[in-house]
């Protein structure tokens, strides 16, 4: 029987995820998560997630009719979808109801509307350690992990850390959020030499203002990328957009 921690590395190369060291594997409970769920699944009907009707995918076709793609760069910044009706039910459920299946559905989101060919690295923003081990996971890392297995390039998920327990985004106005931020991520030293001169790529689930993208930016150049791209999942149209959810955390 394999030990839990060869299990969890099986797991990460089976899902395809390129991992850089085994030090960087750490999110047990939403893989635990996904077995759970395809037992559940073998006694009852599979429904999609969103409208809870009768559906064989996660998300039903007529549910994934109505995600409103926005598709467009904005210098370095590539935004994918609205963050409204199905994307907005969909990372709500994903962050805060752990449905994990549907973090899978949004990474093949993140990874088939990639427009990003020249890249080294993919890191995930990160969470803050408490709230992490109050979620279990990161979300940003989950939908990313189709993107690394296309790509064949490595999520560093212990590069960039949040050094500051901020709070929440959605409960600041706009100079707030920016303050907010400041300082709150450092790299982790001992890797800046794997990112000197490299080019990496930030993903994320949800852009506010862009204070979060634009510290951790900050950051990894000031240790030594050479270039930061960005990857947003969605892009709320109004800072309202975000009341009760957590926005960039």
Known sequence: MLSQQKLIRKIFIETGSKIA?????????????????????????????????PSEKIVCKNCEKNIVFIDKRVGDDFFICEYSGVIEKAIKLLKFHKRIKLGLFL???????????????????PLHKNRFRERGFNQSEIISYKLSKSTQKAILNSVLFRTKDTKHQFELNKKERKINVQGAFE???????????????????????GSTISECK???????????????LSKATSCDIIQNDGGQE
């Open 187 to 209: 790299t982790n030293k001992p890797t800046n030499s794997i990112i000197k001169d490299s080019t990496i790529l930030i993903v994320d689930d949800i852009y506010t203002t």
């Open 21 to 53: 060291s085994q030090k960087y594997v750490h999110n047990v409970y939403y893989i635990l998560e996904i077995f759970i769920n395809s037992i559940l699944a073998s006694f009852f009907p599979a429904k999609c997630y969103i409208c809870r009707n």
């Open 107 to 125: 990474a093949d989101i993140v990874n088939n509307h990639n427009p990003y060919n020249n890249f080294d690295f993919i890191v995930p923003v």
């Open 218 to 232: 900050k950051e990894l150049i000031k240790n030594g990328a050479k270039k930061v791209l960005s990857l947003i």
